[in-house]
């Protein structure tokens, strides 16, 4: 499988603040020299501790953060996270993101309808958006009358559904999850999960998803990726790294993360 969306030697620093004038710029490393590569039509689980630099990864790579040092490349195209917002439209089209609070993500004063529909209009997808609306609500198991409702008058689970209808409404090749099932109980996980799974199945999705849950990972993704403290320090087919992991942190980590049931609900 070719190289659909690929980080290179990724760092990332942020400067902490001075505690006098004359104080040395001191910084504070998320993310070191790090290395990822996501195949077209595959699946990659990012596990860790927290800190561990997840999510400062994902951000570089859909260019919500600019890397300190590194380089991202889309389908073989430079990423160029100080361009534009208009000069990253081409990007944004391709990649879709769902965040860890269903609730937080929705703005409460937008309709249903609107907040899916937002990203189709912003980025000049063609076609009836309203219909579109509909379709990805029915493809995520909601009622399409629901677009006019608002996301307080949905369950926590209904919420989640909605986010990632907004993720998937402009048809992107790339989603990526960023703990996007550990807001949730454990029913509502599976049914979330299992979701993911068909979608990806009818529509070729690319999935990057960052995880604590190690059920989430081995249920849904080929490959998994172990980071540390800003590394990445193991990687490799999921069942290989989960079940015989090469790294002692691996072992710690596999032996400290509660698991999930994830089978038919």
Known sequence: MSALLTGRSLTRRYPMPKDSLFERKRFTTALENADIEVAEGQAV??????????????????????????????????????????????????TGIVFQDPYASLDPRMSIGRIIGEPVWALDIPGDRRARVREVLEDVGLEASMADRFPHEFSGGQRQRIALARALA????????????????????????????????????????????????????????????????????????????????????????????????
């Open 45 to 94: 689980g990012i596990i860790g501790e927290s800190g561990s630099g997840k999510s400062t990864l994902v951000r570089l790579l859909l260019a919500l953060d600019t890397p300190t040092e590194g380089t991202v490349e889309f389908d073989g195209r430079p990423v160029d996270a100080a361009a534009s917002a208009r000069a990253l439209h081409w990007l944004r089209r391709q």
């Open 170 to 265: 402009h048809r992107p090749r790339v989603l990526v999850g960023d703990e996007p099932l550990s807001a949730l109980d454990v029913t509502v996980r599976a049914q979330i999960l299992e979701l993911l799974g068909e979608l990806r199945e009818r529509d070729g999705l690319t999935l990057v998803m960052v995880s604590h849950d190690i059920g989430v990972v081995q249920n849904l993704c080929d490959q998994v990726v172990v980071m540390k403290d800003g590394r990445v320090i193991e990687r490799g087919p999921t069942d290989a790294v989960l079940l015989a992991p090469g790294e002692e942190y691996t072992r710690r980590l596999l032996a400290s993360i509660p698991v999930i049931e994830t089978g038919p609900v």
